[in-house]
């Protein structure tokens, strides 16, 4: 039998290897952020020195206690902003590209394939022929150095129209027609009935998008000027020019920029992870 | 299938009764309802998606220093300026495009294959798999600015754990990681895997979830190894996805800036400056709008270019 059919269980000896080369892996991935968390809580002296501990030798506030009392670089502000800025970018990213979703994918109207046609277009547009632009007309409207230099300008993306629009698309349309029945208005069949079906279509474009802004590095870099208004990752970078020889200071500026994020991670790793691995489904 | 809809006042329509399955989209209501949908997104975008396409096929063509004067119309001057490979803004613009060229040359093989053996990895049937997928992914949600600080530690020539792990175990120990070349190429490359293996990871397991079961049984059946079976039954099945994540990885590598700018800050001496990070510097802190204007427009025609010659590229394969 086995000569026609191999056997379905895997022999020990694979299995071992198996699980040598995921807890390698597991290394590769892990040890990285780990040494950076340790690194945090070293001295300066031990934060260089040539022993590669995981657990410091006497661990101490003092990086963390350097770059709170360094006004020049306002880490705590920079989380604000941060927060604010995804936050809001993420909200109006998500509220303007549901409305146009819907109504692309739901509603009759004039110029609907147009608009469909335009905005699917610019998805093959590369990026950096936003860059300059943006910064003209973000300076023209008075914008730099603000918040609304970084929400704005990239919040109407074809992207979220484009992956929102399938989901509203794939909705049964007796559902719809039986809350028309049923007296519902336009407005309140979208808000009652269809909305909550794209819930996990909706979920995941809010994740990626405050994903991408609270993570955008050039950007920010290049819009903001002064150091009360950097968000955390452009606040790395000053950071790191005033600290060039402190790794330990470094270290710990990177776990307060790393810390919402991975705590967001590990709440709700599955839901990021699953976000990420529909936004490559393409209708 | 019936032709007219069960009209629960018939005598009162004065119009022929649709029928039920005419209409594609139903159209109560207010005929200004969609326009208010839509209305909010399609300002932004005007402002914000299409007008900058107008306006840089605008500013590319002036002579053009913001601040000082509102610039001249000088047609294709910025393009040939650059385009002769004379003058510092265009050496140096050539010098970033190789750099751009260099680092998606060499990261998107791996960016491509890593991740899908990665997948594969994960695809196996053991205990823990989603925790070992949550793990693998992590660096992904860090953002390059992490990423870049954390890395220019680790691969710091004199104080950095990997060049002190390297010669704990008999290797040599002081490889300039972040200041020479190539090494400084095995850094970029390295922390990119790294970091993003995990993203194109996760797209290529969904898709693996799609790929028939019953195909691999029937493989299996007669006679065909796993190795055949990959090539036979599962890469063809993944063509779509391998296309898709091609062509992101290409855009995602050429748009590469927080890498050089943090782990090795440009060194040396500018030699890992990318294209982006030279039309930002031109653009937005020397103020040269018609030069960077230009430059983009030229990267941009060859990011269109490569994504071109990549469908093309599948669409050949797919015909064989």
Redesign the interface.
Known sequence: MTAVLPPRRRPRLRRIGLWVLLIGLTCVFALPLLYMLATAFKTPAESVSADFRLWPQDPTLGAFRQILGDDSVPVLRWVGNSLLVAVAHCALTVVLAVLAAYALARMEFRGRRLMMGVILATMFVPAVVMLIPHFLIVNSLGWLNSYAALIIPGAAGAFGVFFLRQFFAAIPRELEEAAIVDGCTQWSTFARIMLPLARPAVATLVVLSFLASWNDYLWPVFVLFSSDMQTLPSGLRLLQAENSTRYDVMMAGAVIASAPVLALYVIAQRWIIEGVSTSGIKG | MSTAAPSLSPSRSPVPVAPVDA?????????V???L??G???I??A???????L??AW?STRQWI?GFDSGGFVGGENYATLLSGQGVLSEEFWRGMRVTAVFTVLSVPLLVTVPFA?AL?LN?R?RGR?L???????????????V???????L?A??G?VN??L??IGLPDATAWTTSLPAGWVSLVGVTV?WTV??NA??Y???LQDVPAELHEAA??DGAGAWRRLWAVTIPHMR??LQ??VVITI?AS??M??QS??ITQEQPGGATRTA?GY??QT???SYD?GM??AM??I??VC??AA?LLVNQLFRLVGKV
């Open positions: 209409p594609r989209r139903i159209r109560r209501g207010s005929p309802t969609p326009y949908f839509i909010p997104f399609l932004l975008f402002v914000f998606v299409l007008a900058p396409i306006v840089l500013s913001l990665l990895l196996l053991f989603t070992f997928r949550a793990v693998y992914f992590a660096p992904y949600v860090l953002g390059v600015a992490v870049g600080v954390l890395w220019h530690f680790l710091d004199r104080v754990p002190h792990l010669g704990a790294w995990g993203f996760v797209i397991l969904a898709a299996r059946i779509r996805v898709f994540v855009i050429a748009n800036y927080g700018a943090l982006i039309i930002a653009g937005m802190r709008i960077a204007s983009s427009m990267l941009a990011l269109i994504s």
